[in-house]
């Protein structure tokens, strides 16, 4: 079966590739100029250009700043254009009915796939789709290859090494739930001596809500589909939702607000909290290391995210992807070509994989790049500190978390998810929780017949 997602353990590849990691370096393979040898998309490239709708607003900069360096080269004209937080799929539609249309897109897996797949230029055979590590991180639709994937990312519970001291414990510490939740309480018992709280806040506006509403909800549909040995499905259980409410009571209990608050709170608010040491743990990932760097590496750790399932003390940390770049197929032949080759440049060019890479000073203009680990040949050793704890838990044979969040059903889902997470945390009452699981369970059987409809 050639449809590949990244599911219930990550395959041998993920791991090697996870290994060799990304960074600022001035390693790897270079290529000048944009040709990208014999196969193409049928048009000049010279003649066309490139228009890439971004899904990340954390690296506009970098995009903004590699689109106007591969456009003096190469003399094709780039446009990025970055959606907002949360609103991409929107931007998406709107965009793809225009003239203009985006070139290149993006999809989180196979359910973004089923809405876009008409659209998906067969990437099979093109010098792009060589330039893979492994198949495992092409999007298929049947025979053809209808995505790449372009960045492998991870996250946990990122903490504060020096704070955790202080209250007296270490990483070695916490290794389940169990010993995550004393921590933490303790911390929240001695916080008017320690000056410190256990959590930053669980921020649930639009810039911090997914965090919890598809990061964290990853983990019971994780532990779901492991014990049922599925990759998906339209009909979630909520095996592990009782696991869920504990992690959630955990961290908005143990925060730097108090639970009623958060729907005011962003994902500014956190890393904030976290930066100024108002809080020892943040939920956050690798491509959140630049906003925290300013703490010392000697200063920063990553845990995996423990919610109290048998086993969890081989758990390691939550890695995979959710962008997998698509070409669109009904650009004009010379806008294909030269699509294709942007992509390859960026994948292979000395500038493009230190940008996508890097990080301090890894930008040609001297900026932070984007700290990716890519999953292509021209993949850099890694400057992230998170990126390289990741690896060391794969490394000493802890099982990585699987993203299966992209087989949620549509973000309508998320929304319902997040919206009876807030009211919740307002009101901790069971009824409350239950509004929860029937948003999990009955809105993901809705969601998933009404994208089969």
């Known amino acids: 079966m050639k449809r590949r997602m990244m599911a219930l353990t990550l395959s041998s590849t993920l791991a090697l590739s996870l290994l060799a990691g990304c960074s600022g370096g001035t390693t790897g393979t270079t290529t000048s100029g944009s040709t990208?040898?014999?196969?193409?998309?049928?048009?000049?490239?010279?003649?066309?250009?490139?228009?890439?709708?971004?899904?990340?607003?954390?690296?506009?900069?970098?995009?903004q700043e590699l689109a106007k360096i591969y456009t003096e080269e190469?003399?094709?004209?780039?446009?990025?254009?970055?959606?907002?937080?949360?609103?991409?799929?929107?931007?998406?539609?709107?965009?793809?009915?225009k003239s203009d249309a985006p070139t290149l897109f993006q999809v989180n897996g196979p359910v973004g796939l089923a809405a876009w797949k008409d659209y998906?230029?067969?990437?099979?055979?093109?010098?792009?789709?060589?330039?893979?590590?492994?198949?495992?991180?092409?999007?298929?639709?049947?025979?053809?290859?209808?995505?790449?994937?372009?960045?492998?990312?991870?996250?946990?519970?990122?903490?504060?090494?020096?704070?955790?001291e202080q209250a007296g414990y270490t990483a070695e510490d916490i290794t389940n739930f169990d010993s995550l939740k004393k921590v933490a309480e303790d911390i929240t018992a001695r916080k008017g001596e320690l000056g410190f709280s256990a959590f930053t806040s669980a921020g649930m506006d639009g810039s911090s809500d997914w965090r919890f509403k598809t990061h964290l909800a990853?983990?019971?549909?994780?532990?779901?589909?492991?014990?049922?040995?599925?990759?998906?499905?339209?009909?979630?259980?909520?095996?592990?939702?009782?696991?869920?409410?504990?992690?959630?009571?955990?961290?908005?209990?143990?925060?730097?607000?108090?639970?009623g608050l958060l729907s005011t709170k962003?994902?500014?608010?956190?890393?904030?909290?976290?930066?100024?040491?108002?809080?020892?743990?943040?939920?956050?990932?690798?491509?959140?290391?630049?906003?925290?760097?300013?703490?010392?590496?000697?200063?920063?750790?990553?845990?995996?995210?423990?919610?109290?399932?048998?086993?969890?003390?081989?758990?390691?940390?939550?890695?995979?992807?959710?962008?997998?770049?698509?070409?669109?197929?009904?650009?004009?032949?010379?806008?294909?070509?030269?699509?294709?080759?942007?992509?390859?440049?960026?994948?292979?060019?000395?500038?493009?994989?230190?940008?996508?890479?890097?990080?301090e000073g890894a930008m040609p203009s001297g900026a932070a790049g984007m700290g990716f680990v890519i999953p292509f040949k021209g993949n850099l050793e890694s400057s992230n500190l998170l990126v390289n704890q990741a690896n060391e838990y794969v490394a000493n044979g802890y099982t990585p978390v699987s993203w299966n969040f992209s087989t949620m059903p549509s973000e309508e889902w998320k929304n319902g998810v997040g919206s009876a997470l807030t009211t919740y945390a307002a009101d901790q009452t069971d009824a409350n929780w239950d509004a929860v699981v029937k948003a999990f369970v009955d809105g993901w059987a809705t969601e998933a017949a009404a994208a089969k409809a």
């Open 36 to 63: 990208t040898g014999s196969t193409s998309g049928g048009g000049d490239a010279a003649s066309g250009s490139v228009f890439f709708l971004n899904f990340k607003p954390e690296q506009d900069a970098q995009w």
């Open 74 to 97: 190469t003399g094709v004209p780039v446009t990025i254009k970055t959606a907002a937080s949360g609103q991409y799929e929107t931007t998406l539609k709107a965009d793809m009915a």
């Open 120 to 164: 998906c230029y067969d990437l099979s055979g093109t010098p792009i789709a060589g330039e893979l590590t492994s198949e495992d991180f092409a999007l298929m639709n049947g025979e053809e290859m209808a995505g790449i994937g372009y960045v492998l990312e991870t996250y946990g519970i990122i903490y504060n090494k020096a704070l955790l």
């Open 218 to 259: 990853n983990m019971p549909i994780y532990y779901e589909y492991k014990a049922d040995g599925i990759n998906s499905t339209d009909a979630i259980k909520g095996t592990y939702l009782d696991q869920y409410r504990q992690i959630w009571d955990l961290y908005i209990n143990n925060a730097t607000c108090d639970p």
């Open 266 to 359: 962003t994902g500014d608010d956190a890393t904030a909290e976290f930066v100024t040491e108002q809080a020892v743990f943040y939920q956050n990932g690798t491509w959140a290391y630049a906003d925290v760097a300013e703490l010392g590496d000697e200063n920063l750790g990553i845990l995996p995210i423990y919610i109290g399932v048998d086993g969890e003390e081989q758990q390691g940390l939550c890695t995979g992807t959710e962008n997998y770049w698509c070409v669109n197929k009904n650009a004009a032949p010379e806008d294909i070509q030269a699509t294709l080759d942007f992509m390859y440049w960026c994948v292979t060019s000395e500038t493009g994989t230190k940008a996508m890479c890097g990080g």
